[in-house]
């Protein structure tokens, strides 16, 4: 299996640690997704994985209420 990829965006509209669990949930259960870190006060998304589907992941933010916007990959 190719080694797995780091996707980072940043997401804001997160205020407390609710809106991180949230995303942490929510994101990890996505298809591909292996790890997800969230800085609630950066607003920094790290999603590592194989295959990991960037709408999917744009998508299930959105749904959140929250804004996102792609970093580096």
Known sequence: MPEA????????????AHCRSSVLEEVG?????????????SGALRVTGHLVDESEI???IEELGYDLSSGSR
Request: with cysteine.
């Open 58 to 60: 744009a998508r299930t």
């Open 29 to 41: 259960e996505l298809e591909g997704v292996e790890t997800v870190e969230v800085d609630l006060e």
């Open 5 to 16: 990829t780091l996707h980072t965006y940043t997401v804001t509209g997160m205020s407390c």
